[in-house]
């Protein structure tokens, strides 16, 4: 082919790309259904046969639970909180009085609307006026504010002391990918995280692939529950 060939193609190409750029429909339910696929992709990647899927997220808790904390204690760090359902449930599932459960939450909703396949859900939406949740529980302490604003503060003094258990359960991409890049260097192998929404796959599921692409980090599949992936229980490696 010549080098004018060559040329007129690539202007071709270009052009195209442009034109797409400038007339095309930015539309978050086509990107979301043009990106779901993928989750089956990273299903058949990392996904053996017989790996647990419950139907309810606190059979997954239960499941993880016994079969890797045991009796031992945990360090229990969860990203959103809301009223604190998830995490009065890890509170009682262990006991030990060693444990220690943080709670990370603006306590004022989501620094942004939630899109989803499904519609949308606004800022608001998780916003209870700065009123932590009742969880009579001296094991537990609350990190209020946005994470982007709390986190580094917090880990300027937090020394792990037993299994890391993180639970991301902040909806959005950019939370819960700011909360898994920051915490890199926590996530030592066999550090487990659970993910509240994995199925969304334009926030979780996206969140995870690009730490770990730009990461370069690995994890095994311990667990998942409700339709087709919606929680996710993980060990990194
Ligand atoms: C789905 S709710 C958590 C539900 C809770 N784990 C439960 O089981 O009921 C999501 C929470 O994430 C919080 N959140 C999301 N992104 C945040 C951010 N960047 N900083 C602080 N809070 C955030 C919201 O305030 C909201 O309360």
Redesign the pocket.
């Known amino acids: 082919m010549s080098v004018a060939v060559q040329r007129a193609m690539a202007a071709v190409r270009i052009k195209s790309k442009v034109a797409i750029a400038r007339v095309g429909r930015d539309s978050r339910r086509l990107d979301t259904i043009v990106n779901l696929p993928k989750i089956e992709t990273w299903r058949r990647e990392h996904v053996p046969d017989g790996t647990p899927a419950f139907a309810q997220r606190e059979e997954m808790y239960d499941h993880v639970h016994a079969q890797l904390i045991g009796d031992g204690a945990i360090d229990y760090l969860?990203?959103?909180?809301?009223?604190?359902?998830?995490?009065r449930h890890w509170t009682q599932l262990n006991q030990r009085p060693e444990s220690r459960f943080y709670g990370?939450?603006?306590?004022?909703?989501?620094?942004e609307d939630w899109k989803r396949f499904d519609g949308q859900m606004v800022k608001a939406h998780?916003d209870?006026d700065g009123v932590l949740p009742d969880i009579d529980d001296e094991r537990l302490s609350f990190v209020p504010?946005?994470?982007?604003d709390t986190v580094d503060i917090f880990l300027e003094k937090f020394e792990p002391q037993a299994q890391l258990v993180l639970?991301i359960?902040?909806?959005?991409y950019?939370?819960a990918l700011?909360v898994l890049t920051r915490l890199n260097a926590l996530l030592v192998p066999g550090t487990i995280v659970i993910f509240?929404e994995f199925s969304s796959v334009l926030n979780e599921f996206a969140a995870l692939e690009h730490y770990c692409s730009a990461y370069q980090r690995e994890y095994d599949v311990l667990a998942s529950a409700w339709h087709y992936f919606g929680h996710l229980a993980i060990r990194m490696r």
């Open positions: 969860e990203f959103g909180v809301f009223e604190g359902q998830s995490l990370f939450d603006s306590f004022e909703g989501l620094p998780f209870v504010g946005w994470f982007q639970h359960d902040s909806d959005l950019s939370s700011y509240d």
